[in-house]
């Protein structure tokens, strides 16, 4: 469960939940040393809305080949009022793990035991990956996120203990997308690298990493592999009310793509070896241009737009002020981490968090990058004369999030600028070169075209995929445009949640089980491949996404057992279900509603949800202050649809 919905999760996190100041007391031309920063250091983490949203942290700072900061803000236990020692509290850095596995990639590269460019299959005799393509997946492919994997989330429940090897065999995804073509974030990619280290090395995965990463830098905390002894120096995790998350294991046992706990003291070894050419000291953990070639952009959506290279990726391009900056995120639940690098400069940073609240990563990095690197030069240059609405026309449409489809994005044309709409807001695009595009705050955006010139994918503010333009629903034929419904409706049948067909019948009930089948699979999710736990549901159209909603805890069944997958779903029904997705996976906060006729004990808080957020089209009323809902009647397709696409519409809100 401390996994779910990571993604969407990740998404929230790169809006800050408050308002913060620009850098008070900036000097005119402040120098990146020791005093300085500590300075700032200490200034930011002293501001009103950080201390609001802050449990603790780690900071690092390094330039030059110098550790300019190594330092511990707030708790590590709020209870006990604990404070983080940048020395000895180990913080999960989630996803920067993956930087460390792809180091340990290529170091087996620079020992001649593997080839980038070959065939993983190659380095696999005991495993299978389904692949109809025609085209090979290669290290390089998941070094950079682009295996075309089907799937590239694994859902395991975290209370079984897994093996590396387990855990890549029972997981196994097929490749449904030709190699190399579209960037999609894969957590598998990066598990099956640190199968093959262990294949071709002789090693277990967490001892190949400490023999080899972790001793010659001196990384004497850091482990991927959740002991006591980790367990006992584990700062506590917190979500984003500041509550008190219980400690969770790894998923696999060693977890190369996201499972490696360690200390400020570490990972500032870790920054010196990465800006100093890969080595510190006498140690030298790979070459330089083993660290040139990681750091480079392999994958670009655009020439001009930040890109994707080994284990690093652009997570804040709006705030690179023309510097380029790789970087590293990480999202684990109660723990948040990034980690950015300025070759150029020899600079690193690495700050981690152990809560959900907020996003101090991006705010810190902003104002890092704006006292010590400041814009230069006039920022983008827009093409003139602008384009015509004619021209942009091209580019509408509704565009989907490979890896989790709830996530979409419409564009519209204007004239001179495209505008979008999405769960971070309306932004204005305005065009600085062929497929390319800046908005208001300067965060870039880029098309791909098919290879007959139709526009294909586009990369924006989603930093862990690119979406898809989709076609246009086809129509139904008892759904006009003019329908009350049509637009929650047709934008369901783009996205793939309701099935094409001649009619939708738009007044009849739905069934627990479509329903279930409807939501779940926009979520991202992983199906479930346990048996049904109900008695009823194995032979369920639905019977998957019913399992996988239930091992989410998302619904439960009646206590003889059974779920009723044919029966129709009230609305009470439905809105607790939409409640349950939005606590379980979002960390949601009740809302409080003024209902006109009361829901049922069990189904109250949902309602209240669902009414409050206005996740409701015309089949609900409201009159001074109440709103009749109507939580007993029985849920039509079309009051369904409305429900649905509002509660995605709605996600961050």
Request: charged share 20%; hydrophobic share 35%.
């Amino acid at each position: 469960m401390k996994k779910m919905l990571t993604c969407i999760l990740a998404a929230a996190l790169l809006l800050p939940s408050s308002v913060f100041a620009a850098d008070p007391q900036k000097p005119s031309n402040p120098k990146l040393d020791k005093e300085d920063v500590t300075s700032f250091a200490d200034h930011f983490f002293q501001q009103k809305e950080v201390q609001d949203d802050l449990a603790g942290a780690i900071l690092v700072i390094v330039k030059d080949g110098e550790v300019l900061l190594n330092k511990g803000y707030g708790y590590a236990d709020i209870a006990a009022k604990k404070p983080v020692d940048p020395d000895h509290t180990l913080f999960r850095i989630a996803s920067v793990s993956k930087l460390f596995t792809a180091v340990g990639t290529m170091q087996l590269k620079e020992a001649g035991k593997v080839d980038l460019d070959k065939d993983v299959q190659a380095y696999l005799p005991d495993l299978k990956i389904p692949n109809n393509t025609g085209f090979p997946v290669t290290l390089k492919h998941l070094m950079t996120h682009t295996s075309g994997f089907d799937l590239t989330d694994s859902m395991i429940n975290p209370s079984v203990s897994y093996s590396l090897e387990r855990f890549i065999k029972d997981t196994v995804p097929t490749v449904v997308q030709k190699p190399g073509e579209v960037f999609r974030y894969d957590n598998y990619g990066f598990n099956l690298q640190g199968y093959i280290i262990q294949k071709m090395s002789g090693l277990p995965f967490q001892d190949y990493m400490t023999r080899h990463v972790f001793e010659p830098l001196a990384m004497d905390s850091s482990s991927y592999m959740y002991s006591e002894r980790v367990k006992q120096a584990l700062a506590k995790p917190y979500d984003n009310t500041l509550t008190e998350i219980e400690q969770y294991g790894n998923v696999p046992d060693c977890m190369p793509d996201g499972g490696m706990f360690t200390t400020g003291a570490d990972m500032a070894r870790f920054l010196l070896a990465m800006t100093g050419g890969g080595q510190l000291g006498n140690s030298r953990i790979l070459s330089e241009s083993s660290i040139k070639e990681m750091e480079k952009k392999s994958v670009t959506i655009h020439p001009d737009m930040p890109g994707i290279g080994y284990g690093l990726e652009s997570s804040y391009p709006q705030f690179y002020n023309g510097y380029t900056v790789v970087e590293k995120g990480g999202d684990l639940s109660g723990f948040h981490s990034n980690l950015s690098l300025l070759p150029d400069q020899h600079t690193g940073i690495f700050l981690s968090l152990n809560s959900d609240k907020g996003n101090l990563r991006s705010v810190f990095f902003e104002q890092f990058m704006n006292r010590y690197f400041p814009k230069t030069g006039n920022g983008p240059t827009f093409v003139t004369p602008e384009p015509s609405k004619q021209q942009l026309s091209r580019f509408e449409g509704l565009y989907q999030h490979l890896r989790t489809p709830a996530f979409r994005s419409s564009i519209t044309a204007t004239e001179g600028a495209l505008i979008v709409e999405d769960l971070f807001g309306t932004h204005t695009l305005r065009q600085t070169g062929d497929l390319l595009f800046c908005d208001e705050n300067g965060m870039p955006a880029g098309f791909k075209l098919d290879a007959n010139g139709n526009v294909l994918y586009l990369s924006y503010n989603y930093t862990d995929s690119w979406l898809e333009k989709l076609p246009p629903p086809a129509k139904f034929k008892d759904v006009a445009d003019d329908h009350p419904y049509a637009k929650y409706i047709y934008q369901l049948v783009q996205m793939g949640a309701i099935p094409e067909g001649t009619n939708f019948e738009p007044g009849k009930p739905i069934t627990r089980s479509q329903f279930i089948g409807q939501i779940i699979p926009l979520l991202g999710f992983q199906l479930s491949l346990q048996p049904a736990s109900f008695t009823d549901t194995s032979e369920s159209l639905y019977a998957a996404e019913i399992q996988t909603a239930y091992e989410y805890g998302i619904i439960r069944g009646y206590p003889d057992g059974t779920f009723h997958p044919d029966e129709p779903i009230t609305r009470e029904e439905a809105a607790a279900i939409i409640w349950s997705t939005a606590k379980v996976g979002l960390g949601a906060a009740p809302v409080q509603a003024g209902l006109k006729t009361p829901a049922s004990t069990w189904a109250s808080v949902g309602v209240q949800f669902v009414v409050g957020k206005h996740l409701y089209g015309p089949d609900a009323q409201s009159a001074a202050g109440l709103v009749e809902y109507r939580p007993h009647d029985k849920m039509l397709n079309q009051e369904a649809a409305a429900l649905i696409y509002l509660f995605l519409q709605n996600l961050l809100s």
